[in-house]
């Protein structure tokens, strides 16, 4: 009696400690869970790349989520995205995470927090600063003490940012991810991941729960965790559940069962057809990952876009589209589907899911044909393209010798010998990266692309001028091939003699875009039309109609016979097309692009030619999205299996 009264008043202060006292977050090792504010908690969370959705669709889509039963997002942070070129930070618009994470908060959500430096992600280079190839022999990922250097100042910035966001702080973050499948990469540098989990814990204090992430197998988690970092891993649907959690029990004997990623969906490479997993499957796998009591997260919840040219690529050199829509239970557009459906059954089972109505899937509208002009060609415009100048030099440059990191790069020489039968134009090296429009004395004359088409035939007088437009498709994003420089990445041949002489410009395409520099096309001879054409720009303009309520809404842009190129809408580059190597073939323009206030100004690089040579050129904007074409190519359709083992 004595005893039990003396235990609630001993209690009842502690009690009271922990309701009015700091939030907490923690992992308990002995009841193998984590603890939020002292009491068991599991999360069921949802991944969100907020750098691929516009800043004005981030509350539609987090709520989305809300509404389907989850009680916290994962997010990756891409460095390259933020610091552009060394020490030149972004954080604003659609680049403001901390905006990002204060909605969340707001909407009711924790955070998983995914600051890399590396994460992957099917982001340009894994999301590691082009820039850092600037030592040609960095190793990334390691205790490169240049990459280093980098990581520390990189995260001396960004990581105070994010404190105030922990949990413990009043934030919504409870945990923080340390790189991303580390025991993935060749480097199984353990130092780096001593270095970086010094770094998190000097910059985000000792109470931060940090983790890993790996693939459920013991050989990835070898070189993946690291004592002090909570280790997780992470598989798709369809699998054993118990057999991969106890691969996580290899690493962690005790704590909470996590997977960080299970994918709800799957990736997809330009010339591969559109991934699909079944709703069904994934309904299933997720309810025998909650049924055992583990944190999941759905890797991902809504995939968005890989505008401009932040898409990554695997090897054997295989750029993504795009479209990140994944076949996630949210659509790209953040459209509602079966599997979200699906899922947030799963889920009810586990949790109350919050009452309400679930926002409406945004509707679209077909604005119609819109007929383009033509601009100049990409040599015509050089002068207004080029913002720093040509540069010279007896060999060719990469992209990021001569400070370039997206984009396209002319590379200009002379044929140096009397070309009178058609002479191989060589890459011997395969140092084409990524795919180069060739043109003499301005008449287009073929194409090369890495690993697949390393000579095209010339011919010509000596002296005449040879064009090698090179495009940089995206930087590989997972492997040990991430050092991926861009642009003649080894020397050209013609016939036998080796090329020397270059004159090379670097395009500021978008900027010059933007400025309204591109020109109408100087009329030329267009009796005969050619199976190929000088990399050429189109433009043309469109109202968004009166009378409608509700307008501008998103649309999809169809390139109808058009080849490879880019879109811009009013400035804002939406990625690239290529239809006719599939799987994707429109591309999805936010509302937030459009304006009903002035015309809305198409702009269309197209790199082949375009189909005007008989009749004007017409893109067509429709109100549904076509992810899943026939596709040329197919040689990486084994990549079946949604595993992160297809991609080595
Ligand atoms: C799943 O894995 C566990 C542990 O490895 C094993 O005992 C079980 O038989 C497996 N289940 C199936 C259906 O293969
Ligand atoms: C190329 O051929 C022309 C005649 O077609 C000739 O006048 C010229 O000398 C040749 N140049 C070289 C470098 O062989
Ligand atoms: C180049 O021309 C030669 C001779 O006409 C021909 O045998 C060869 O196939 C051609 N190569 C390419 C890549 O077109
Ligand atoms: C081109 O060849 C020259 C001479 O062999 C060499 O010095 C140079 O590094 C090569 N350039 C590239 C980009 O491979
Ligand atoms: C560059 O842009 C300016 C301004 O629009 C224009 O006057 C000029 O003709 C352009 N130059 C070329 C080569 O198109
Ligand atoms: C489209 O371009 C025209 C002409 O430069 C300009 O007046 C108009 O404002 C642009 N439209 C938008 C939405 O920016
Ligand atoms: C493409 O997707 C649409 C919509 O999901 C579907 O109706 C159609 O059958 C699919 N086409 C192919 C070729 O798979």
Redesign the pocket.
């Known amino acids: 009696m004595h005893l039990l009264i003396l235990g609630s008043v001993l209690l009842l202060p502690l009690v009271i400690g922990h309701s009015l006292g700091a939030p907490s977050f923690s992992i308990d090792y002995k009841n193998d869970c984590f603890r939020k504010d002292g009491e068991v908690f599991r999360y069921i969370s949802g991944s969100i790349h907020y750098s691929r959705i516009p800043r004005v669709y981030w509350k539609d889509r987090l709520l989305k989520m809300y509404m389907a039963g989850l009680n916290a997002i994962q997010t990756y942070i891409p460095w390259n995205y933020h610091e552009e070129s060394p020490g030149r930070y972004s954080f604003s618009g659609d680049r403001d995470v901390e905006h990002f994470l204060q909605l969340a908060k707001d909407i009711g959500f924790l955070v998983i927090l995914r600051p890399g430096p590396y994460i992957c992600a099917e982001w340009d280079m894994g999301g590691l600063p082009a820039w850092l190839l600037k030592k040609d022999d960095i190793v990334l990922r390691s205790s490169d003490a240049d990459y280093i250097a980098a990581v520390d100042k990189w995260m001396g910035t960004l990581l105070p940012m994010m404190k105030p966001f922990l949990y413990q702080n009043g934030g919504p973050i409870i945990t923080v991810q340390v790189e991303n499948e580390y025991g993935s990469y060749f480097a199984c540098d353990y130092n780096y991941l001593r270095h970086l989990s010094t770094l998190f814990r000097s910059h985000l204090g000792d109470d931060a729960v940090l983790f890993t992430t790996d693939g459920a197998g013991a050989g990835y988690l070898k070189c993946g965790s690291l004592q002090g970092l909570y280790a997780t891993v992470d598989f798709g649907p369809g699998g054993n559940v118990t057999a991969a959690f106890e691969a996580q029990r290899c690493a962690e004997p005790h704590g909470p069962l996590v997977n960080s990623e299970f994918y709800t969906g799957w990736l997809d490479h330009w010339g591969s057809p559109h991934s699909v997993v079944p709703a069904a499957l994934v309904a299933k796998s997720l309810n025998e990952i909650l049924a055992v009591g583990a944190s999941v997260n759905l890797y991902m919840f809504i995939g968005g876009t890989n505008f401009g040219y932040w898409n990554g690529a695997n090897w054997p050199y295989g750029p993504q589209p795009t479209s990140y829509d994944y076949d996630a239970p949210l659509t790209e557009a953040g459209d509602l589907t079966e599997k979200y459906f699906a899922i947030r059954e799963v889920i009810k089972l586990y949790r109350k899911i919050p009452e309400g109505p679930i926002p409406p899937t945004t509707p679209k509208y077909a604005y119609g044909t819109v007929v383009l002009k033509k601009l100049q060609t990409i040599p015509d415009a050089l002068e207004n393209l080029s913002f720093s100048g040509p540069v010279k030099s007896m060999y060719p440059q990469t992209f990021v010798e001569l400070n370039q990191a997206f984009g396209y790069v002319l590379y200009r020489t002379a044929l140096p010998f009397n070309c009178s039968a058609p002479t191989p134009l060589s890459s011997p090296l395969n140092g084409i990266h990524d795919r180069a429009y060739v043109s003499v004395e301005g008449v287009a004359v073929g194409i090369l692309e890495r690993d697949k088409a390393l000579t095209v035939n010339v011919s010509g007088k000596a002296g005449s001028q040879l064009d090698i437009l090179v495009e940089n498709m995206g930087r590989i994003n997972y492997g040990k091939y991430i050092n991926d420089f861009k642009g003649l990445v080894s020397n050209m041949t013609l016939g036998s003699d080796m090329l020397r002489g270059w004159t090379m410009y670097s395009l500021s395409i978008d900027e010059a875009i933007r400025e309204?520099l591109l020109g109408e096309m100087t009329p030329t001879d267009e009796s005969q039309p050619a199976a190929l054409a000088l990399p050429t720009f189109y433009q043309g303009?469109f109202i968004i109609p009166e009378g409608i309520p509700d307008l501008p809404q998103d649309t999809y842009i169809n390139l109808p016979e058009w080849r490879k190129g880019h879109v811009w809408i009013?400035?804002f580059n939406l990625g690239r097309y290529w239809p006719s190597r599939g799987p994707q073939v429109t591309l999805f323009v936010p509302a937030s692009v459009?304006?009903s206030?002035?015309?809305?100004?198409v702009t269309v690089l197209e790199l082949e030619e375009a189909p005007c040579s008989s009749g004007p050129c017409g893109v067509e904007f429709i109100s549904t999205p076509i992810l899943n074409a026939t596709v040329q190519f197919n040689r990486h359709q084994h990549r079946r299996l949604f595993n992160k083992e297809d991609l080595l």
């Open positions: 309204g303009s009013n400035g459009l304006s206030a002035a015309p809305n100004n």
